[in-house]
C-alpha cells in the first residue's frame, strides 16, 4: 500500500540531495578565504604546478628557482595573465612543462592566485 506512494517521489530528489551534499563540503571544508570555485584552481595547480611552485599560501617551493605562486604579486595585474595560462607560459622558462588552461580555467585560476598574495 506504501508503493505508490514512493514511486510518486519526484525524480529530481537525488539530484537536490547532491546539490546539498555539494554546497555542505563547500562551506565546511573552506576556513574562510576560498570559494569553491578558488579550491578547485588550487587543486589544478597543485596537481600541474605544485612540483616546482608553492601553490599555497605557506610553504617553500619544492624547486628552489621557482617563486612562490604567493609572491606574484603585482605580475598579476600588470600582464596579462589569464591570456598567458591560456597560451602555456612556454615562454617563461624552459624547465616549464607545456600546459594550456581553458578561458575559463584560466581567469579561475588568476582569481585563486590573486586571492593568496601575501599583504594585499
Ligand atoms: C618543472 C618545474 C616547474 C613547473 C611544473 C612549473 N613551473 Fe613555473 N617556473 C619554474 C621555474 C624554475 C621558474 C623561474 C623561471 C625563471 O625565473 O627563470 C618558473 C616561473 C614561473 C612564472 C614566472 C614568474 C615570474 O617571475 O614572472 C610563472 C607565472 C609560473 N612559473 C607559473 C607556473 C604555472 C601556472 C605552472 C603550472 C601550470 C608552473 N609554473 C609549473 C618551474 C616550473
Request: aromatic share 8%; charged share 20%; hydrophobic share 40%.
Amino acid at each position: 500500500m506504501f508503493g505508490i506512494k514512493t514511486a510518486a517521489l519526484p525524480a529530481t530528489l537525488p539530484r537536490l540531495l547532491g546539490l546539498a551534499l555539494l554546497s555542505a563540503v563547500a562551506w565546511s571544508a573552506s576556513g574562510h578565504a576560498l570559494d569553491a570555485e578558488q579550491k578547485r584552481s588550487r587543486a589544478l595547480l597543485e596537481n600541474l604546478c605544485g612540483r616546482c611552485h608553492a601553490v599555497g599560501k605557506t610553504g617553500q617551493s619544492p624547486n628552489p628557482l621557482a617563486p612562490p605562486f604567493r609572491a606574484f604579486g603585482e605580475k598579476l595585474y600588470d600582464t596579462d595573465m589569464v591570456q598567458r595560462l591560456q597560451d602555456g607560459l612556454t615562454t617563461i622558462h624552459p624547465d616549464m612543462p607545456t600546459f594550456r588552461f581553458s578561458r575559463y580555467e584560466a581567469a579561475a585560476a588568476v582569481n585563486y592566485l590573486r586571492s593568496i598574495q601575501r599583504s594585499r
